[in-house]
């Protein structure tokens, strides 16, 4: 089993639409992130998490607000979907004992299309 | 502004030989290093590190080298194997924290 999910792994929605995007992991890790990916730039950071009381906002956070539930599960919201939001998106998750080189374990990605 | 840059969106080379992937930045705090590598419909997966207080790292077919005095990084892959064929992203960091991607560079290993 995957030790990071990502749920849905496609979505197509419509403008104005509001939209969940979940992520669950089973490593254990406390720290979590969530990036999105546009051909030509590479991944951009949206928010990140390093426990469930702490929420930081990354690079690109405008249009977008995130959930951390639990250890495990983090979620990104989209609350009135717009068509620059179709992208790839990426949950990652990350070891604070790993220091200041912690590796991040990424998801498979979910593909989000605003028409 | 795109703090780390990947300028060859892409590269081809023959199966054995050396692959050459380079990465430069911008902002002179950046200490952390990493090498992801992605396949298609897949996450990045960690392929090697460096910190700013080395030049160069190994692990295995792949070693990074880092000039800071040149704000650039470059991943060495020897011999160079068609299963590597992938996009490879390099990121940095200045607290280990939050890390700045480039934009990739998709390696193409011809057998």
């Known amino acids: 089993d995957a030790d990071v999910t990502q749920t849905p792994r496609n979505r197509i929605t419509k403008t104005g639409k509001r939209i969940m995007l979940e992520c669950s992991q089973t490593?254990?890790?406390?720290?979590m992130y969530w990036y999105r990916q546009d051909p030509g730039l590479g991944l951009q950071l949206i928010y990140y998490s390093f426990d469930v009381k702490d929420i930081n906002k990354g690079e690109i956070s405008d249009g977008y607000s995130v959930s951390r539930q639990a250890q495990a599960k983090f979620s990104l919201s989209l609350e009135s979907a717009i068509p620059n939001q179709t992208a790839l998106y990426f949950c990652?998750?990350?070891?604070?004992?790993?220091?200041?080189?912690?590796?991040?374990?990424f998801g498979p990605g979910t593909r989000l299309t605003v028409l | 502004d795109q703090q780390v840059k990947q300028n060859s969106p892409s590269l081809s080379v023959q199966e054995g030989r050396i692959s050459i992937l380079n990465c430069d930045y911008t902002n002179s705090m950046f200490d952390y290093f990493l090498w992801y590598k992605k396949y298609p419909a897949e996450g990045p997966t960690f392929l090697i590190s460096?910190?700013?207080?080395?030049d160069k790292n190994e692990d295995g077919r792949f070693t990074v080298f880092l000039n800071k005095s040149a704000k650039h990084l470059s991943l060495h892959i020897v011999p160079s194997q068609p299963g590597d064929s992938a996009v490879y992203f390099c990121?940095?960091?200045?607290?280990?924290?939050?890390?700045?991607f480039g934009t990739g560079t998709s390696l193409t290993v011809i057998p």
């Open positions: 990652a998750t990350s070891d604070r004992r790993g220091g200041a080189l912690n590796e991040q374990f």
């Open positions: 990121a940095a960091s200045f607290t280990g924290n939050q890390f700045y």
């Open positions: 490593k254990g890790h406390d720290r």
């Open positions: 460096i910190s700013s207080i080395k």
